[in-house]
Structure formats: structure tokens, C-alpha cells
């Protein structure tokens, strides 16, 4: 079965520093692959996503994602953090079946910014 | 464009009774999805229609669950009789195409559900 896991569940940086947020998936070829945020009462919003082509993705708010087959993972970074990136991440795939397209996500990792 | 739409934001109730969430989502956007997102958890998907029809419901609870999208419009979402367990967030999606290479899911801001 697809799986999507996220080893953090909490992150604690500061403000300037860099960030990586892990994600490993269990698939059995490549799937469609994203990462979403969630702010506190909001929806989830789409920071950036992989369907193919080059590996090392860019997405909103300076975030970026790479894509490495061969540990079936797909990192978040940011290389410098503001308090506003205070939030949860979720990442999720959507293993292609037919075209409809559900996704499956990871428990998430709580990221909290210290000033 | 407006997002997609979701009410109420906040509902409580107590066990045994029963509740209902609606869903607009975005004009022609023939796919919804509903997630159940519990504390701590990621959304997890409980049914997607194509248009009117339902695509997925294998982890809809049917005994409690049930949900619709009449005129494959908007769809709600009903849980009778509410259990303990089903505090939790309920998120609606919609995604435009999928068989045509959009895959894009729009989130809208959930109804957050506490059964006392």
C-alpha cells in the first residue's frame, strides 16, 4: 500500500536559519508528489509540486523540494526562515490511478520559528 | 476565482446526533474530494466524486457516513449518528481535470467538528 512518512514531527528553528523537512513515500514506480501548509484555521495550500522532469523543484514563498528516486524522497528546504513560515507541513502523493488523482499524506511536521 | 467554499467553519454537538457540512467548490471543477483530518494526523480521503458520481468511498464509515453532489455541484457531507471519534476537521477539495494532466487539489478552510 502507498505510504508517505514524515520523521519530524516537530521542528523547532530560528529565524535566518535554514530548513529541510523530510519526506519518504513508499510507492511502487514514481508517483505525483507535493507539499502543502497549513496554517493555524486555514486551509492547505499548495507550496510546490513533482510530476517529472527535472529533479529540484521551486515553489512559493521561496521553498523548494527535491526529488531523489533512488530514497524515494522528496525534502523540503528553505535556505533562510521568517517567524510567517510558522506553520504545519504536509507532505502527500498521489499515486496515478486512471486520473483520478487522491492524495495520500504524511502526519505532518509542525514547524515553529523562534525569533 | 473564488476558493472553495465550506460551512459552517465550526461545529458542536453531542454524541448520537447527527450533523450535516456543505461544500461549494471552485466553478467547473468537476472533481470533489472530502478529507477527514483528526488532531495530529494528516487529511485522510473519506470520498471523491467525478462530477456526480462517486469515484472512491472505500474509507467512508457508510454506517455513519453518507455524502453527495446532486447536480455535481456542490456535495455535502452527513454523519449520523456522531461518535466520539469523529471530532476532527472535515476538508473539501476540488481539482479541475485530473484526466487531462491538472492535478492540483484546492483546499477549503474545513469544518472543524467537536463531538462532546
Known amino acids: 500500500a502507498q505510504s508517505v512518512t514524515q520523521p519530524d514531527i516537530h521542528i523547532t528553528v530560528s529565524e535566518g536559519a535554514s530548513l529541510e523537512l523530510r519526506c519518504n513515500y513508499s510507492?511502487?514506480?514514481?508517483?505525483?508528489l507535493f507539499w502543502y501548509v497549513q496554517s493555524p484555521g486555514q486551509g492547505l495550500q499548495l507550496l510546490l509540486k513533482?510530476?517529472?522532469?527535472?529533479?529540484l523543484v521551486q515553489g512559493i514563498k521561496g521553498f523548494e523540494a527535491e526529488f531523489k528516486r533512488s530514497q524515494s524522497s522528496f525534502n523540503l528546504r528553505k535556505p533562510s526562515v521568517h517567524w510567517s513560515d510558522a506553520a504545519e507541513y504536509f507532505c502527500?502523493?498521489?499515486?496515478?490511478?486512471?486520473?483520478?488523482?487522491?492524495?495520500?499524506f504524511g502526519a505532518g511536521t509542525r514547524l515553529a520559528v523562534h525569533p | 476565482e473564488a476558493g472553495v467554499a465550506q460551512s459552517p467553519r465550526y461545529k458542536i454537538i453531542e454524541k448520537r446526533q447527527s450533523v450535516a457540512f456543505w461544500c461549494n467548490p471552485i466553478?467547473?471543477?468537476?472533481?470533489l474530494y472530502w478529507y477527514q483530518q483528526i488532531l495530529g494526523q494528516g487529511p485522510k480521503l473519506l470520498i471523491q466524486?467525478?462530477?456526480?458520481?462517486?469515484?472512491?468511498d472505500s474509507q467512508l464509515p457508510k454506517d455513519r457516513f453518507s455524502a453527495e453532489r446532486l447536480k455535481g455541484v456542490d456535495s455535502t457531507l452527513k454523519i449520523q449518528p456522531a461518535k466520539l471519534e469523529d471530532s476532527a476537521v472535515y476538508l473539501c477539495a476540488s481539482i479541475l481535470n485530473p484526466g487531462q494532466g491538472n492535478y492540483e487539489q484546492y483546499f477549503g478552510p474545513g469544518t472543524r467538528l467537536t463531538v462532546t
Open positions: 510507492y511502487g514506480a514514481t508517483p505525483y
Open positions: 466553478s467547473g471543477h468537476a472533481t
Open positions: 502527500a502523493v498521489a499515486p496515478f490511478s486512471g486520473g483520478y488523482n487522491k492524495l495520500i
Open positions: 513533482y510530476f517529472s522532469g527535472d529533479t
Open positions: 466524486f467525478q462530477n456526480n458520481g462517486v469515484v472512491d
